[in-house]
Protein backbone atom coordinates (compact mmCIF):
# COMPACT_ATOMS: atom_id res chain seq x y z
CA UNK A 1 0.00 0.00 0.00
CA UNK A 2 2.52 2.18 1.08
CA UNK A 3 4.42 2.12 -2.17
CA UNK A 4 1.60 2.66 -4.57
CA UNK A 5 0.76 5.83 -2.09
CA UNK A 6 4.28 6.80 -2.50
CA UNK A 7 5.06 6.72 -5.91
CA UNK A 8 1.71 7.47 -7.19
CA UNK A 9 -0.84 9.73 -5.35
CA UNK A 10 1.43 12.53 -4.34
CA UNK A 11 2.24 12.87 -8.20
CA UNK A 12 0.04 15.88 -9.92
CA UNK A 13 0.51 16.60 -13.20
CA UNK A 14 -0.60 20.09 -14.39
CA UNK A 15 -1.18 18.66 -17.79
CA UNK A 16 -4.14 16.59 -17.12
CA UNK A 17 -5.92 18.67 -14.53
CA UNK A 18 -7.67 21.85 -17.19
CA UNK A 19 -7.87 22.01 -20.67
CA UNK A 20 -9.27 24.43 -23.38
CA UNK A 21 -12.61 26.48 -22.90
CA UNK A 22 -14.42 24.84 -25.80
CA UNK A 23 -16.49 21.95 -25.20
CA UNK A 24 -15.85 19.00 -27.08
CA UNK A 25 -17.35 16.07 -25.78
CA UNK A 26 -16.27 13.35 -28.23
CA UNK A 27 -13.04 11.68 -28.75
CA UNK A 28 -11.77 9.19 -30.37
CA UNK A 29 -11.43 5.65 -28.72
CA UNK A 30 -8.85 3.29 -29.28
CA UNK A 31 -10.73 1.53 -32.35
CA UNK A 32 -11.08 4.92 -34.42
CA UNK A 33 -15.32 5.25 -32.78
CA UNK A 34 -16.45 8.64 -31.29
CA UNK A 35 -17.19 8.13 -27.52
CA UNK A 36 -18.89 10.36 -24.90
CA UNK A 37 -16.07 12.82 -23.06
CA UNK A 38 -17.18 14.25 -19.64
CA UNK A 39 -17.42 17.32 -18.71
CA UNK A 40 -16.68 19.26 -15.81
CA UNK A 41 -18.08 22.97 -15.32
CA UNK A 42 -17.10 25.44 -13.10
CA UNK A 43 -16.99 30.00 -13.59
CA UNK A 44 -14.85 31.65 -15.11
CA UNK A 45 -12.43 34.61 -14.02
CA UNK A 46 -11.10 35.18 -10.62
CA UNK A 47 -10.69 31.62 -9.10
CA UNK A 48 -10.80 30.03 -5.49
CA UNK A 49 -9.69 27.59 -3.35
CA UNK A 50 -12.83 25.95 -3.11
CA UNK A 51 -13.48 24.98 -7.00
CA UNK A 52 -9.82 24.16 -7.85
CA UNK A 53 -10.26 21.34 -4.88
CA UNK A 54 -13.66 20.54 -6.19
CA UNK A 55 -12.14 19.89 -9.72
CA UNK A 56 -9.18 17.99 -8.69
CA UNK A 57 -11.00 15.61 -6.84
CA UNK A 58 -13.47 15.02 -9.85
CA UNK A 59 -10.62 14.53 -11.79
CA UNK A 60 -9.27 11.39 -9.45
CA UNK A 61 -12.63 9.66 -10.25
CA UNK A 62 -12.30 7.20 -12.92
CA UNK A 63 -15.53 8.99 -14.81
CA UNK A 64 -14.01 12.14 -14.70
CA UNK A 65 -10.22 11.07 -15.07
CA UNK A 66 -10.11 12.14 -18.29
CA UNK A 67 -12.63 15.00 -18.10
CA UNK A 68 -12.18 18.52 -19.40
CA UNK A 69 -12.86 21.41 -17.42
CA UNK A 70 -14.73 24.15 -19.22
CA UNK A 71 -14.64 27.68 -17.19
CA UNK A 72 -17.58 30.12 -18.12
CA UNK A 73 -20.68 31.75 -16.68
CA UNK A 74 -22.62 31.68 -19.62
CA UNK A 75 -25.70 28.66 -18.89
CA UNK A 76 -25.89 27.88 -22.62
CA UNK A 77 -22.12 26.60 -21.92
CA UNK A 78 -22.84 25.29 -19.05
CA UNK A 79 -25.97 23.85 -19.06
CA UNK A 80 -24.38 20.99 -21.21
CA UNK A 81 -21.57 20.10 -18.62
CA UNK A 82 -22.05 17.06 -17.06
CA UNK A 83 -21.34 17.86 -13.67
CA UNK A 84 -20.93 21.73 -12.74
CA UNK A 85 -19.38 23.22 -9.51
CA UNK A 86 -19.46 26.41 -7.74
CA UNK A 87 -21.75 28.14 -10.33
CA UNK A 88 -25.41 28.07 -11.68
CA UNK A 89 -27.07 28.83 -8.26
CA UNK A 90 -28.29 25.37 -7.91
CA UNK A 91 -27.59 22.63 -5.74
CA UNK A 92 -29.15 19.49 -6.97
CA UNK A 93 -26.97 16.04 -6.65
CA UNK A 94 -28.98 14.47 -9.03
CA UNK A 95 -28.39 16.33 -12.02
CA UNK A 96 -24.80 16.87 -10.45
CA UNK A 97 -25.11 20.80 -9.90
CA UNK A 98 -22.73 22.38 -6.84
CA UNK A 99 -23.22 25.61 -6.01
CA UNK A 100 -23.41 27.08 -2.59
CA UNK A 101 -23.94 30.54 -3.24
CA UNK A 102 -27.86 30.87 -3.79
CA UNK A 103 -29.16 32.77 -0.99
CA UNK A 104 -31.49 29.10 -0.53
CA UNK A 105 -28.68 27.51 0.38
CA UNK A 106 -27.55 26.80 4.15
CA UNK A 107 -26.21 22.96 3.95
CA UNK A 108 -23.54 21.78 6.48
CA UNK A 109 -22.06 18.42 6.59
CA UNK A 110 -24.21 17.63 9.40
CA UNK A 111 -27.47 18.98 7.68
CA UNK A 112 -26.86 16.74 4.75
CA UNK A 113 -25.59 13.36 6.62
CA UNK A 114 -26.99 14.47 10.43
CA UNK A 115 -24.11 11.42 11.87
CA UNK A 116 -21.46 14.02 11.43
CA UNK A 117 -21.16 16.70 13.70
CA UNK A 118 -19.57 19.63 11.75
CA UNK A 119 -21.89 22.92 10.93
CA UNK A 120 -20.04 25.01 8.82
CA UNK A 121 -21.66 26.27 5.38
CA UNK A 122 -20.32 23.65 2.40
CA UNK A 123 -18.22 25.10 -0.33
CA UNK A 124 -18.23 23.46 -3.59
CA UNK A 125 -15.03 21.67 -2.23
CA UNK A 126 -17.12 20.58 0.47
CA UNK A 127 -19.93 19.45 -1.21
CA UNK A 128 -17.61 17.54 -3.83
CA UNK A 129 -16.20 16.67 -0.59
CA UNK A 130 -19.61 14.98 0.87
CA UNK A 131 -20.78 13.10 -2.13
CA UNK A 132 -17.63 12.03 -3.94
CA UNK A 133 -14.91 12.42 -0.86
CA UNK A 134 -15.17 8.45 0.46
CA UNK A 135 -14.79 7.25 -2.98
CA UNK A 136 -11.92 9.73 -3.73
CA UNK A 137 -9.86 8.52 -0.94
CA UNK A 138 -10.63 4.81 -1.60
CA UNK A 139 -9.04 5.99 -5.62
CA UNK A 140 -5.76 7.33 -3.63
CA UNK A 141 -5.08 4.67 -1.65
CA UNK A 142 -5.28 2.05 -4.55
CA UNK A 143 -6.34 -0.36 -2.36
CA UNK A 144 -9.14 -2.85 -1.42
CA UNK A 145 -9.80 -0.66 1.94
CA UNK A 146 -11.54 -1.53 5.05
CA UNK A 147 -14.56 0.65 5.04
CA UNK A 148 -14.08 1.07 8.93
CA UNK A 149 -10.71 2.76 7.88
CA UNK A 150 -12.52 4.76 4.83
CA UNK A 151 -14.62 5.92 7.35
CA UNK A 152 -11.85 7.53 9.68
CA UNK A 153 -9.68 9.16 7.60
CA UNK A 154 -12.68 10.33 5.50
CA UNK A 155 -13.66 12.73 8.86
CA UNK A 156 -10.24 13.30 9.37
CA UNK A 157 -9.55 14.91 6.36
CA UNK A 158 -12.54 16.69 6.68
CA UNK A 159 -12.00 18.38 10.47
CA UNK A 160 -8.28 19.22 9.59
CA UNK A 161 -8.29 20.08 5.65
CA UNK A 162 -11.61 20.72 3.98
CA UNK A 163 -13.49 22.19 6.74
CA UNK A 164 -11.33 25.10 6.67
CA UNK A 165 -11.76 25.79 3.22
CA UNK A 166 -15.31 25.97 3.47
CA UNK A 167 -15.35 28.16 6.08
CA UNK A 168 -13.14 30.62 4.37
CA UNK A 169 -14.75 30.42 1.40
CA UNK A 170 -18.18 31.21 3.22
CA UNK A 171 -16.65 33.82 5.42
CA UNK A 172 -17.15 31.90 8.71
CA UNK A 173 -14.63 33.09 11.41
CA UNK A 174 -12.90 30.77 13.48
CA UNK A 175 -13.79 32.50 16.26
CA UNK A 176 -15.53 35.82 17.75
CA UNK A 177 -13.53 39.12 18.49
CA UNK A 178 -10.65 40.71 16.84
CA UNK A 179 -6.96 38.50 16.01
CA UNK A 180 -3.76 39.01 17.37
CA UNK A 181 -2.41 38.76 14.65
CA UNK A 182 -2.98 37.81 10.70
CA UNK A 183 -2.79 34.29 9.25
CA UNK A 184 -2.34 34.81 5.51
CA UNK A 185 -0.50 31.68 4.37
CA UNK A 186 -3.29 29.11 4.42
CA UNK A 187 -3.96 27.37 1.16
CA UNK A 188 -6.97 29.43 0.52
CA UNK A 189 -4.61 32.68 0.41
CA UNK A 190 -1.94 30.74 -1.20
CA UNK A 191 -4.44 29.76 -4.26
CA UNK A 192 -5.77 33.52 -4.20
CA UNK A 193 -2.34 34.82 -4.88
CA UNK A 194 -1.94 32.84 -7.99
CA UNK A 195 -4.59 34.98 -9.66
CA UNK A 196 -3.18 38.26 -11.53
CA UNK A 197 -2.70 41.27 -9.09
CA UNK A 198 -5.55 44.23 -10.18
CA UNK A 199 -3.79 46.17 -11.73
CA UNK A 200 -1.95 43.30 -14.01
CA UNK A 201 -3.65 42.47 -17.15
CA UNK A 202 -3.54 38.30 -18.21
CA UNK A 203 -4.33 36.16 -21.28
CA UNK A 204 -3.25 33.26 -19.12
CA UNK A 205 -6.29 32.17 -16.71
CA UNK A 206 -6.73 28.84 -17.14
CA UNK A 207 -2.94 28.28 -17.10
CA UNK A 208 -3.23 29.94 -13.64
CA UNK A 209 -6.30 27.65 -12.17
CA UNK A 210 -4.24 24.72 -13.69
CA UNK A 211 -1.54 25.98 -10.85
CA UNK A 212 -4.06 26.56 -8.10
CA UNK A 213 -5.65 22.77 -8.81
CA UNK A 214 -2.08 21.47 -8.51
CA UNK A 215 -1.34 23.54 -5.16
CA UNK A 216 -4.19 22.74 -3.23
CA UNK A 217 -4.40 19.53 -4.96
CA UNK A 218 -1.61 18.31 -3.52
CA UNK A 219 -1.64 19.38 -0.09
CA UNK A 220 -5.31 17.35 -0.20
CA UNK A 221 -3.26 14.11 -1.33
CA UNK A 222 -0.97 14.48 1.37
CA UNK A 223 -3.41 14.80 4.03
CA UNK A 224 -4.86 11.70 2.71
CA UNK A 225 -1.32 9.98 2.24
CA UNK A 226 -0.53 10.99 5.93
CA UNK A 227 -3.95 9.71 7.65
CA UNK A 228 -3.55 6.42 5.79
CA UNK A 229 -0.04 5.63 6.53
CA UNK A 230 0.94 7.35 9.49
CA UNK A 231 -2.24 7.94 11.86
CA UNK A 232 -4.19 5.29 10.87
CA UNK A 233 -0.99 2.56 11.30
CA UNK A 234 -1.08 4.71 15.07
CA UNK A 235 -4.54 3.85 15.81
CA UNK A 236 -3.95 0.54 14.83
CA UNK A 237 -0.96 0.09 17.34
CA UNK A 238 -2.89 1.51 19.47
CA UNK A 239 -5.84 -0.31 19.90
CA UNK A 240 -3.96 -3.95 19.62
CA UNK A 241 -2.20 -2.62 22.65
CA UNK A 242 -5.42 -1.75 24.22
CA UNK A 243 -7.14 -4.99 23.97
CA UNK A 244 -4.05 -6.18 25.01
CA UNK A 245 -3.89 -4.57 28.51
CA UNK A 246 -4.71 -6.98 30.51
CA UNK A 247 -1.81 -9.25 29.79
CA UNK A 248 0.94 -5.90 30.64
CA UNK A 249 -0.84 -5.70 34.22
CA UNK A 250 -4.08 -7.32 35.75
CA UNK A 251 -5.50 -3.68 36.63
CA UNK A 252 -6.04 -2.90 32.43
CA UNK A 253 -4.59 0.03 33.83
CA UNK A 254 -0.92 -0.26 31.87
CA UNK A 255 -0.87 0.07 28.61
CA UNK A 256 2.67 -1.23 26.57
CA UNK A 257 3.46 -0.11 23.01
CA UNK A 258 4.75 -2.52 20.88
CA UNK A 259 6.58 0.25 18.57
CA UNK A 260 8.16 3.40 20.04
CA UNK A 261 7.47 6.97 18.41
CA UNK A 262 4.12 6.67 18.23
CA UNK A 263 1.64 9.75 18.73
CA UNK A 264 -0.45 7.94 21.18
CA UNK A 265 -2.73 10.44 23.07
CA UNK A 266 -5.32 11.37 20.36
CA UNK A 267 -5.91 7.60 19.89
CA UNK A 268 -5.91 6.56 23.43
CA UNK A 269 -8.70 9.05 24.16
CA UNK A 270 -10.79 8.43 21.52
CA UNK A 271 -10.24 4.51 21.93
CA UNK A 272 -11.47 4.64 25.31
CA UNK A 273 -14.43 6.03 24.15
CA UNK A 274 -15.05 3.62 21.40
CA UNK A 275 -14.01 0.54 23.18
CA UNK A 276 -16.16 2.04 26.24
CA UNK A 277 -13.24 0.97 28.25
CA UNK A 278 -14.84 1.71 31.88
CA UNK A 279 -11.39 2.51 33.92
CA UNK A 280 -9.31 4.33 32.78
CA UNK A 281 -5.57 4.14 31.78
CA UNK A 282 -2.98 5.67 34.23
CA UNK A 283 0.35 5.02 32.00
CA UNK A 284 1.16 4.18 28.70
CA UNK A 285 4.90 2.31 28.14
CA UNK A 286 7.10 2.82 25.24
CA UNK A 287 10.73 2.87 23.85
CA UNK A 288 12.52 6.01 22.99
CA UNK A 289 14.90 6.69 20.17
CA UNK A 290 17.62 4.99 22.15
CA UNK A 291 16.07 2.26 22.56
CA UNK A 292 15.27 2.63 26.44
CA UNK A 293 12.13 2.45 28.21
CA UNK A 294 9.65 5.09 29.14
CA UNK A 295 6.53 5.31 31.36
CA UNK A 296 4.62 8.03 30.76
CA UNK A 297 1.27 9.24 32.33
CA UNK A 298 -1.86 9.66 30.79
CA UNK A 299 -3.41 13.02 31.61
CA UNK A 300 -6.86 14.15 32.11
CA UNK A 301 -7.15 14.92 29.01
CA UNK A 302 -5.42 15.67 25.42
CA UNK A 303 -5.05 19.35 26.77
CA UNK A 304 -4.50 19.16 30.14
CA UNK A 305 -0.68 19.01 31.68
CA UNK A 306 -2.81 17.39 34.82
CA UNK A 307 -2.19 13.25 35.43
CA UNK A 308 -4.17 10.92 35.51
CA UNK A 309 -2.50 9.60 38.15
CA UNK A 310 1.63 11.13 38.04
CA UNK A 311 4.58 9.25 39.21
CA UNK A 312 5.23 8.91 42.69
CA UNK A 313 6.04 12.34 44.69
CA UNK A 314 9.01 11.24 46.42
CA UNK A 315 10.22 9.60 43.18
CA UNK A 316 10.17 13.37 41.45
CA UNK A 317 13.62 15.09 40.20
CA UNK A 318 15.76 11.86 41.13
CA UNK A 319 17.90 9.75 38.77
CA UNK A 320 19.88 6.53 38.40
CA UNK A 321 20.94 4.88 41.08
CA UNK A 322 19.59 7.13 43.73
CA UNK A 323 16.50 6.44 42.06
CA UNK A 324 16.50 2.53 41.71
CA UNK A 325 17.79 2.36 44.97
CA UNK A 326 14.71 4.09 46.32
CA UNK A 327 12.24 2.73 44.68
CA UNK A 328 14.01 -0.62 44.86
CA UNK A 329 13.93 -0.72 41.12
CA UNK A 330 17.21 -1.86 38.96
CA UNK A 331 17.58 0.24 35.69
CA UNK A 332 15.77 3.18 36.22
CA UNK A 333 16.97 6.30 34.51
CA UNK A 334 15.19 8.92 35.79
CA UNK A 335 11.62 10.72 36.98
CA UNK A 336 10.69 14.18 35.54
CA UNK A 337 10.36 16.50 38.24
CA UNK A 338 7.04 17.16 37.57
CA UNK A 339 6.08 13.44 37.71
CA UNK A 340 4.47 13.18 34.45
CA UNK A 341 7.14 10.92 32.78
CA UNK A 342 10.29 8.39 33.97
CA UNK A 343 12.42 6.30 32.13
CA UNK A 344 14.09 2.75 32.43
CA UNK A 345 16.36 1.08 30.79
CA UNK A 346 14.42 -2.10 30.24
CA UNK A 347 10.88 -3.04 29.52
CA UNK A 348 10.55 -4.80 32.75
CA UNK A 349 11.51 -2.08 34.87
CA UNK A 350 9.99 0.63 33.67
CA UNK A 351 6.76 -2.36 33.57
CA UNK A 352 7.81 -2.28 37.49
CA UNK A 353 7.72 1.30 37.96
CA UNK A 354 4.32 1.66 36.55
CA UNK A 355 3.29 -1.34 38.79
CA UNK A 356 4.72 0.52 42.00
CA UNK A 357 3.39 4.14 40.80
CA UNK A 358 0.12 2.39 40.64
CA UNK A 359 0.34 1.05 43.84
CA UNK A 360 1.51 3.17 45.99
CA UNK A 361 -0.85 6.02 44.62
CA UNK A 362 -3.79 4.19 45.88
CA UNK A 363 -2.62 3.18 49.19
Not at 93 to 99: C, E, G, L, N, T
Not at 163 to 173: C, K, L, R
Not at 188 to 197: A, F, G, L, T
Request: hydrophobic share 35%; aromatic share 8%; glycine share 6%.
Amino acid sequence: MISLLTRGIRRVFLTELIVPRQILKMSASGDGTSVHRKVIGTHSGTFHCDEALACFMLKKLPEYANAEIVRSRDPAVLDPCDIVVDVGGEYNPSKHRYDHHQRSFSETMNSVRPEKPWQTKLSSAGLVYLHFGERVIKQLMGEPADQTKVDAIYDKVYENFMEEIDAIDNGVNQYDGEPRYIISTNVSSRVKHINPDWNETADDMDERFQKAMALVGSEFVDKVTFYSNSWWPARELVEDALNSRFEAHESGEIVVLNAGGCPWKEHLYALEKDLAIETPIKYVLYTDQAGKWRVQCVSVSSHSFQNRLSLPEKWRGLRNEELSRLADIPNCIFVHASGFIGGNETREGALCMATKALVMNKT
